[in-house]
C-alpha cells in the first residue's frame, strides 16, 4: 500500500512539474493545454493545477494581445488575416477554460480567471481579413486568366479561406468556379502502335483500352479520347513499339536429394538415456518445369501543347512470365531440401496462348507507363 501510494505521489508531482515546466518554457498554450486535461471531470480540484492554469492563462493572453498589437502597429498586406487568426486561437482557449468556471480548488481556492469577449474584434477582422482574401483572389483570378494556373488555384484557396470566415454567397461560388476553370490542367492521353508489329484484335484492345483507368487529380482532368472542341494542355501517348512471345519449353530433370539425419537407435540399457545415430536419406526428385513469356517494349511521351515542347521520352518494358514446376519423388521425404518440398505434388498446366500472355504482358506495361504518367504530370 506504501509503495503505491508513492509511486501516486510521484505521478502527481510529474504531472504539476509538467504544467510548470511548459510556463518556465514560455509555451503557454501547451500549459492552458495541459492543466485542462488534468482538472477536467475532476470533483476536487489539485491546487497546483488550479493555480497552474491560472497562471497559464494569464501569460497566454499577454503573449496574444501583444501579438496582435504589434501586428496592429505594421502595414503587412496579411496583418489582418494574422490578427482574425489570433482572434480566433484565443477563443478556442477560452472555449477549453470556460466549462470548468467558476474554478475551485479542493481547499477552496477560487482561480482569478476571467474570460474576454473579444466578439466585436472577432466581426470587426473577419470583415477585414475577408475584404483582404477578396483583393487576393480577384488579383490571382486576373493572372489565372492569362494563363497562370498556380495564380487561379491560389485564388481557389483564398476564396475558400474567405467562405470559411464569412460564409458562402452566389457570387463567391461563381468565383470559385471560374478559379477552378482556370486553374485546372487538361491532358489528354492516347495510344499507339508501331505500324511495324501486328497484333491480334484482343491484344490490341488489351493495350487501347483505357476505359477503367481513373487518372484524374484534384487539379488535372484527363481526357481519354481526343474532342476537337477541347483544348489540352498535355498529350500523354503510350507506344507500343516491338514485342516477343517465347515458344513454349518443358524439360524434365532427375536429381536426388542427400540428407544426413539423426535417428533413434534405442535406449541405453543402463542409463536409460536415449540413443541417436547418424544416418544418410536419399530422395530420387523428377521434375517437369514448364517456361513461356511474353516480352513487350514501348515508350511514354509526354508533350506540352502550350510550348509545344517535349517534355518526357522513355523506354518503358515489361515482362508477363508463366513458369509452372510439377515434381515427384521416391524415398525418403525427409531427404528433400527446402526447394524440393515447395515443388512436389504440383502437376503439368496448359500453357497460355498467344493472346493471353501477350494480352497480359501489354496489361502490365500500360499499367507502368500509366503510373509513370500520373507520377510526372501531377506536379502539373
Known sequence: MKTIIAVLALWI???????????????????????????KGKKKKAPRFVLGLEDAYKYYLQEKLAQIETLQRKSADDADLLILNLYEEIERVQASIRPLLPLTDKNGYKADIRL???????????????????????????????????????????????????????????LQDEAKTLGTTHILIQTEISPKISLGKAATGAFRDLGNTNLSRSWQTVYLSADRRQKYDYEVTLVLNDFVISPEKESTREY????????????????????????????????????????????????????????YNQEVN??????????????????????????IGGKPLPFPGNEQILGDALALLK?????????????F
Not at 466578439?119 to 489565372?144: H, V
Request: glycine share 4%; proline share 0%; with cysteine.
Open 13 to 39: 508531482c510529474f504531472s504539476c512539474a509538467s504544467v510548470k515546466k511548459e510556463l518556465d518554457n514560455g509555451r503557454y498554450k501547451q500549459a492552458v493545454s495541459l492543466a485542462v486535461s488534468k482538472l
Open 116 to 174: 474576454e469577449d473579444f466578439s466585436g474584434e472577432l466581426a470587426l477582422y473577419r470583415n477585414k481579413a475577408a475584404d483582404f482574401l477578396y483583393a487576393c483572389a480577384l488579383e490571382n483570378l486576373e493572372k489565372g486568366a492569362q494563363g497562370n494556373k498556380l495564380a487561379a488555384r491560389e485564388a481557389y484557396n483564398e476564396l475558400k479561406e474567405m467562405e470559411n470566415i464569412n460564409g458562402s454567397t452566389s457570387h463567391i461560388r461563381k
Open 256 to 311: 536426388r536429394d542427400k540428407k544426413e539425419i539423426e535417428e533413434s537407435a534405442g535406449s541405453s540399457s543402463r542409463s536409460n538415456e536415449k540413443i541417436t545415430r547418424k544416418k544418410e536419406v536419399t530422395a530420387d526428385v523428377i521434375e517437369v518445369y514448364q517456361f513461356k513469356e511474353a516480352a513487350v517494349k514501348g515508350h511514354l511521351v509526354i508533350y506540352d501543347r502550350n510550348s509545344r515542347k517535349e517534355l
Open 318 to 343: 515489361a515482362v508477363q512470365r508463366f513458369e509452372n514446376y510439377a515434381s515427384t519423388y521416391k524415398g525418403d521425404k525427409r531427404a528433400l531440401s527446402d526447394v524440393s518440398l515447395k515443388r
Open 367 to 379: 499499367k507502368d507507363m500509366l503510373a509513370k504518367a500520373a507520377g510526372y504530370y501531377s506536379a
